[in-house]
């Protein structure tokens, strides 16, 4: 198999952990910010402290190299000083998303192995009730916001929000973060750092085939490897003083690797954002101006109603990145048009990847944009398609299964040797290529097309539809906020195509809209494709890392469609 998609350029990784990153901003420039929560700021030089100080905790309470601990955090000081800390010594980050159900934790320590959990006071008692289940022991860490935020801050936290979770932790498996550093006296001597590419260092998570989740293991070489191909990539000095929103959230590959890490090893800064809604956000873009801002399309489509962001100058902003979900066109051209009217010299790009190579490995270049592209391949990222079921390279222009090779692909998926095998496979060319599942095609130049996720296709009739075509084409209608479009399972056709929609205030969903969205329809696509059914909704259901969870809308209308045939 021949390569479709040239290396542009070989980037030195050195052998160092996640954490070896870190020090070494840390050593070069020790006064600048490394992160802002609140307004309460830390530098490079506390942050290695308080890694340090974590670190020894943890080797005092006897976590040593290999064992598992779950962070089950949003995006808060303490969650990336535990990360940093496990790194140092050796032991595995299990990430976790804190809203998670209660079984989804037991499940998640228990599938870890995790001898310990950090969590935030508030989930305390879902957490406290998930252990109960587990099959082993495990310790609770609890963190409070109060503790991170400015004084002033604390005391109206803890008089407010801070109120209900006063009382926690008040059981046996439960200690305070605050406590819990207390063990790390300067006494407690700390293992060696050990590079292996090989080794597990954090394990993310993503939906599985049979509705399991699978356990990504990551190496320091594929967090790292990620950090600096983004670094390169993105076209644009990233040091000391520049400034990342960091919305996107810790246990997200998007997140981590991008938002945190990226920045980090760059010694920049990350203004932490715990949660996102529209209101704070366009509060800390106005007021933190910062220079990077990274995200999933809802929250860029949020931007554009916002009534704080009216007269806001954005000329502060260097880079705005897409990743997460596609990005339509029409809604790369609203967010261009916003960036341009607000004073901003940017186009918003959009990057592709999965989580089993950490985040993104490919990107729109900074200056140039091919409609429907999702840009060039990483440095040191190869790109290939293929005809799904098989390695049988494609040509430019025709569609396959993309698949893709580089040092941030994944070690394996934890105790799941099948969907590993099916998923990492060695090609004639010895190299071992990651089989992505999604659909697209490369053009002659090496750009890269996402089309759309094999299981997410539509067949009806015996053709294949596309869904994020045809919600391409409704988002283009000016009354039209985003949509989601599925398919329903139907006796005659295999899937008929249904089409949820989601209006901006102001407009309502009658016959005279559905027939202004068939009508555009009409002209774009083949009639098959038309969705025979069209569904108003106020809001659509998101995962938990913001995107339309086209999966339960699914669900909900193969159980209608049931009951009426029935």
Known sequence: MEKKSEVRKHLDYPKLTMFQMIERMANAHPNSFAYEFYGKKTTYRQFLSRIERAARAF??????????VTICMPNTPQALDCFYALNRIGAICNMVHPLSAQKEITFYLDFSESRMILTMDMFYEKVEAAIRETNH????????????????????????????ARKFPNTYNGILWTSFLNRGVPSVRLPDPVYDPQATAAILYSGGTSGTPKGICLSDQNFNATALQATEAIQMP????????????????FGLGINIHTVLINGAECILMPTFNGKSYAEMLIKKKPNFIAGVPTIFEALLHIEQ???????????????????????????????KEHNASIQVREGYGLTECVTASC???????????IGLPFPDTEYCVVRPGTDEELPPMQEGEIILKGPSVMIKYLKNPEETAQTLRKLADGSIWLFTGDLGYMDKD????????????????????????????????????????IGVKDTRRMQRVKAYVVLKPGFMGDDAMKEKILSTLEMHVAKYAIPREIEFRKDLPKTLVGKVAYRKLEEEANAEAEKVEK
């Not at 539509?458 to 985003?482: F, H, R, W």
């Open 59 to 68: 080797t005092a309470s006897g976590i040593r190299r290999g064992d598992s």
């Open 137 to 164: 022991p495990v310790t609770i860490l609890t963190a409070r916001m109060q503790d991170e935020l400015p004084l002033a801050k604390a005391v109206g936290f803890a008089l407010t929000q801070g109120r209900k």
């Open 238 to 253: 990233l040091g000391p003083g520049d400034t990342m929103l960091s919305c996107m959230p810790v246990f997200h590959g």
């Open 309 to 339: 962001l009216k007269n806001a100058d954005l000329s502060c902003l260097k880079g705005m990145f897409c990743g997460g979900d596609a990005l339509s066109v029409e809604l790369k051209k609203k967010v261009d048009g916003f960036l």
């Open 363 to 373: 990107l729109t270049p900074r200056d140039t944009y091919r409609e429907n592209s």
């Open 446 to 485: 090496g750009y890269v097309y996402f089309k759309q996720r094999i299981k997410r296709m539509i067949i009806t009739n015996g053709y294949n539809v596309y869904p994020g075509q045809i919600e391409n084409i409704i988002d283009s209608v000016d009354e039209v906020a985003y949509s989601c479009v």
